[in-house]
Structure formats: C-alpha cells, structure tokens
C-alpha cells in the first residue's frame, strides 16, 4: 500500500520528459543567443573596420590638398608577402596608373616607402623598415633646414630610421621633425618621415646619428599614396631614359 506522498510511476516519467523538453529548450535558446551574440560580434568589427578606412581615406584626400605641387596616385595595398613582411608589399596601382618605379608612397600618416617595381596593373613597394645604404633619402629638420643629411637604414632592434647628419651644426635634437629636403633626385619635398628619438655619434665619433621614429605605421597599411614628382627629377629621367633607348 502506497503512502499519500507516494508518486507514480507515470507521473514521474510525465515529470522527467517535461523536464528534458525544457533543457532542450533552454539549450536551443541558448544556442541562438550565441549566434546573435557573434552575428553583432562580427558587425561591430566590420563597422570598425569600415570607420578605420573612412578616416584614412580622409585624411589622404587632406594629404593629396596639402601636396598640390606633385601628382598624387591613390592606391590600396593587395598583397604582402610573409617572407618579406616588414620590406615589401603590393598595391594596385601600375604603369597604366602612372606609376613608375623610384616614386615615393605615403600613407596618411607619413611616408613609407617609394616603387620599385611597375607592371601594368601592380607596382611593389619598398618599404622604409627594408631601406638600407643602396636607398637613401636626402633629409632636413622641419622648421630648420640648416639641419640637413641622409636617411640610409634601418634598425630592426629599435624600430627606427638612421639619419646622419651631414651639417655638423650641433643643432640636431630629440623631437625634432625630419622630413624630405626633395635635394636628392627622386623623393619630392616635405614628406612626413618621423621624429627624432635619439641622439649619438657614429662609431668614429665625428658625425652625428639620430633615430628617427618613422611617422606611419610600417605594419598596418591599407591605403597609400603614391606621389609622382612634377618637376625634373635627375634620378627618374634618366632611367626612363635608359628604357626608351
């Protein structure tokens, strides 16, 4: 004889279905909110990324006003090979874009690099993180071109530009601002390059060293500008000199 609390056997497999069909439930429930919750995961990414290119493209349109004086080239970079990553990568802009090996690129942040290599629809670009001795940039302290010399590396330690100072004025300081002196042939004057971080004598201790802090990020870079030099460059003449002969 069954006591009063007694359950019955049907009743418990009513209780114990109800119950699964609710866990099942819950479980749906829950999966669906995962979803959601990575659908909006995904578009705030995306809606950043879409804010992260809207500012870039306008802060070129201010750079492409401020260089009114050369001819600037937009372009969107497509590839960047991982053997290579911090020396060169691809845009999608070539010959047939008016693009020819020796022009500078520059982001919205500062200069990156310059081509050197065209094809008809591609171009490659060097990036300043692989300059060395065989590409230099002629330079100059904004707001002070008595300072004047050359950018002729890189040093991968520190993340930073070497620039020697051809002056020997004493007046080289950390923060100061280098920019292109345009005196060397092929980069225009006035491209953004970086700051000064540092300040030492080369290994002889007769010429001063700085470590310029490069302006844009070598890492990250989306758009560029490539930026063809209106006025007679002896450099870039002369080679497309030599390929018409």
């Not at 000064?196 to 007769?206: A, H």
Request: charged residues 25%; negative net charge.
């Amino acid at each position: 004889m069954f006591s009063k609390y007694s359950v019955s056997t049907c009743e418990l497999c009513n209780w114990f279905f109800d119950n699964i069909d609710e866990v099942q439930n819950v479980f749906k429930q829950n999966q669906v909110l995962k979803e959601e919750l990575q659908d909006y995961k995904t578009l705030a990414f995306q809606v950043n990324e879409l804010e992260k290119e809207n500012k870039e493209l306008r802060s070129l349109i201010e750079i492409e006003k401020a260089i009114s004086d050369y001819t600037p080239i937009k372009a969107t970079v497509i590839s960047r090979s991982p053997e290579q990553w911090f020396e060169q990568v691809k845009i999608n802009r070539g010959r047939m874009h008016g693009v020819e090996p020796n022009m500078a690129v520059s982001t919205a942040s500062g200069m990156v690099g310059k081509v050197i290599g065209a094809s008809q629809m591609t171009s490659t670009v060097q990036l300043l993180s692989g300059f060395d001795e065989d590409n230099r940039i002629s330079a100059v302290v904004d707001g002070n071109e008595e300072v004047f010399g050359l950018v002729e590396g890189y040093d991968d330690e520190t993340g930073t530009l070497i620039f020697r100072d051809m002056t020997d004025s004493g007046q080289l300081e950390v923060g100061q601002t280098i920019i292109s002196s345009g005196m060397g042939g092929v980069f225009p004057r006035g491209l953004l390059i970086g700051e000064v971080s540092s300040v030492e004598l080369d290994q002889y201790g007769l010429t001063k060293i700085a470590h310029i802090k490069p302006a844009a990020d070598l890492v990250d870079i989306n758009h560029v500008m490539v930026i063809d030099r209106d006025i007679y460059s002896p450099a870039i003449d002369k080679e497309k000199a030599e390929e018409e002969e």
